[in-house]
C-alpha cells in the first residue's frame, strides 16, 4: 500500500482508500448484522411463546448488564458512543478515532441488541466504519481533510451495508458527518457506499436486510393522508427526543454505580419486553410483519392474545408499543447498553404509519393507502428525531424501492422535519456540544475559530513592571524593551493596567516629559480582560466590541498571563481555513 501510494497521484489512492475501507466496513456490518439476526431467529421462531416470556424476561437484562461489564473491565470504562462522539473527533481531535472503536462497538451492541436492547445497529455500524476510515488514514500518513474523508467514507459504508442503501449513505455523511466541513472530493464517498451495500447485498439474505417490498403506487388524491401524517411524525418525533432527554437525566442523577444502573434499566426493559415483546430488539421484523398484513401473528405472540382479535384492541395495542418505544430505546443507551436511535425511530414511524391508517380506517374513510403510510411513516420520524431528512428520503425510497413515493416522503420528511426545527434549531442529542462549541454546526467560520487553542495564542514574552516601580526604571525598560505594551503588575502579580509606546513617545521628545513619566500617569486599565478559560468565539467578540488590538489574559483570581492580540487570532484562523478547506 506504500508503495501505491508513492506511484500513484493523490485522487487515485483516494478512489483505492475508499473501496478498501468500503468492503472492511460492509464485512463489519454484515458480520454485526448476521450476529444478531441469528439469535433473535432462535428466539422468534425455534421458541414458543411460554417460552418466549422466559427470555424476553431474563435477555434484555443480561444484555444491558453484560455490555456494561464488558466497558468496565474489557474497553477501561471507555464507552463513548453515537454519533456524537465521531462528530466530537471530527472538530476536536483531527478526525483521529481510537483503534479500539474499529471492534468496541460492534461487541458491546452486538451484546446488547443480540440479546434483547429495544435499539438499532446503525449508528454502532457507522462508528466502527468511521474508526476504521480514520486508522486507515493514520496508517498511510494521510493530512486532515483526507483523513476526515476516509471518516466519513467508512460511516457511509457503515450504514450502506445495513440498509443495502448506498445513495443514504452518502447523505448520512454529508447531512450529518460532514456538517460544516467544506469539501471538494466526493468519489471515495461514492465507491465506499457502494463496496458497502454491495459487501451486504451479497453476502446477507434477503431478510436480515432492512428491505420491504409491500407497497401501492403513489395517488395524487392521498395527499392530505400525508399531510396529516407529517404532523403527526412531527409531533411524535419530539416526543421521542423529549423522552430521550428525560432518561437520561434520571440515569444521570441516579445515585448508583455504573452496574447498578445497568441492572435497574437492564429489569425495566425486560419487563416491558415481556408485557410488549415488539420492543424486543430493533423491530423490523414487526414492521415488515405489518406491511405484509400480519398484524394477526404479531399479536398472537404477545399477551394481547388473551384479549382477542378487535379492531380497537389493534389501535391500543399499537399505540402504546408506539409509545413505549421511546421509553425502551432511550432506556437501553443512557442505562449502559450500546445502540443507537435509527432503528427505533423507523420502527416507531411505521407504527405512527400505521396507527394513523387504522384510525381512518375505522372512522369509515375509504382507500387508505395503509403500506404506503407505514412506509413514509418511518422516514417522517426518522426525520423529526435525526434531524436528517434527506437521509431518511432516500433511505426509505432504496430499501423499498419506492422511488415513486419520493413526493409523499419528501412531503412528510420536510414537514416533519420543520416542525422539529421550530421546536430546536439543534438535534437535542447534539446541543450540549453545539453550545460548547465541541462539535461543527453550519456555520463554517464559527467551526474554525472553535478549534483554536487558547493557550497557543497567548504570548507570554511579554514587559511586565510593578505599579510602585520609579520612572528610572520605567525609562530602562522602554529603552531596552521591544514591545508596544507594558503591562504593570500589583503584588502577586495582579494586573493592574497597561501602558503603550504609543502614550509614552510623545512624553520623549518634549522637555518636561522625563517627570510625566510615570507608573501613574500612564498606566490605564484594559477595555476588557480575557479569562483563561474563554473561548475563542468569546474571545473574538470582545476584540469586537472594544475595537482593541491586544488585550490582557488573566487567570480566576486575577493573575496575570499575559496578552493576546488580534494579529495572532488572524493567522491562526488563515492557516486553519487553508488545512481544512480542500
Known sequence: MFWLKSVLNRNQFLILSGVLVGITCGLAGVVLKSLVHYIHYIITYKVHFERQVLFYLLFPFLGIVLTTLVVLFVFKGQDRKGIAAILYEIAQNSSVVSSVKMYSQIVQSAITVGLGGSAGLESPIAVTGAAIGSNFAQTYKLDYRERTLLLAAG?????????????????????????????????????????????????????????FSSRTAFDYHNIPFYLVLGILCGLYGRYYVLIAKYVDHWFHDLKFGRLQKAAIGGAILSVLCVLYPPLFGEGYDTIKAITNG??????????????????????????????????????????????????????AGGLVGYAFALVCEKLGISNVPESNLVIVGMAGVMSGVLYAPLTAIFLIAESTYGYDLFIPLMMVS?????????????????????????????????????????????????????????????????????????????????????????????????????????????????????????????????????????????????????????????????????????
Open 294 to 347: 400480519q398484524i394477526q401473528e404479531v399479536i398472537a405472540n404477545s399477551f394481547f392474545r388473551f384479549i382477542g382479535y378487535h379492531e380497537w384492541v389493534v389501535i391500543v395495542f399499537v399505540v402504546v408499543i408506539c409509545l413505549l418505544k421511546a421509553f425502551s430505546a432511550s432506556i437501553t443507551i443512557f442505562s449502559g447498553g450500546n445502540g443507537g436511535n435509527f432503528a427505533p425511530s423507523l420502527f
Open 414 to 582: 420536510v414537514i416533519s422535519f420543520s416542525i422539529a426545527k421550530w421546536f430546536s434549531s439543534v438535534s437535542p442529542d447534539l446541543e450540549n456540544l453545539a453550545k460548547q462549541g465541541k462539535i461543527f454546526t453550519r456555520e463554517h467560520d464559527r467551526n474554525l475559530l472553535s478549534l483554536l487553542h487558547i493557550p497557543d495564542l497567548i504570548d507570554k514574552d511579554v514587559q511586565v513592571v510593578g505599579a510602585g516601580a520609579s520612572r528610572e526604571e520605567l525609562a530602562e525598560l522602554v529603552r531596552t524593551g521591544k514591545r508596544n505594551m507594558i503591562a504593570v503588575l500589583e503584588e502577586g502579580n495582579k494586573f493592574a493596567g497597561i501602558i503603550s509606546m504609543d502614550d509614552i513617545r510623545p512624553l520623549l521628545f518634549t522637555p518636561d516629559g522625563y517627570d510625566a513619566l510615570s507608573i501613574s500617569n500612564l498606566a490605564r486599565p484594559a477595555a476588557v480582560m480575557i479569562n483563561e478559560f474563554d473561548n475563542v468565539l468569546t474571545i473574538v467578540k470582545k476584540f469586537d466590541e472594544t475595537g482593541a488590538w491586544n488585550l490582557p489574559v488573566v487567570k480566576v483570581d486575577g493573575e496575570f498571563v499575559g496578552f493576546i492580540s488580534k494579529s495572532a487570532v488572524l493567522n491562526s484562523y488563515r492557516q486553519l481555513l487553508r488545512s481544512h478547506s480542500g
Open 155 to 211: 460511516a457511509t459504508a457503515g450504514i450502506a451495508s445495513a440498509f443495502n442503501a448506498p445513495i443514504a449513505g452518502m447523505m448520512f455523511a454529508f447531512e450529518i458527518l460532514l456538517t460544516g466541513v467544506v469539501f471538494s472530493d466526493f468519489l471515495p464517498l461514492v465507491v465506499a457506499a457502494v463496496c458497502g451495500s454491495l459487501t451486504s447485498k451479497v453476502l446477507l439474505k434477503e431478510s436480515v436486510l432492512f428491505h
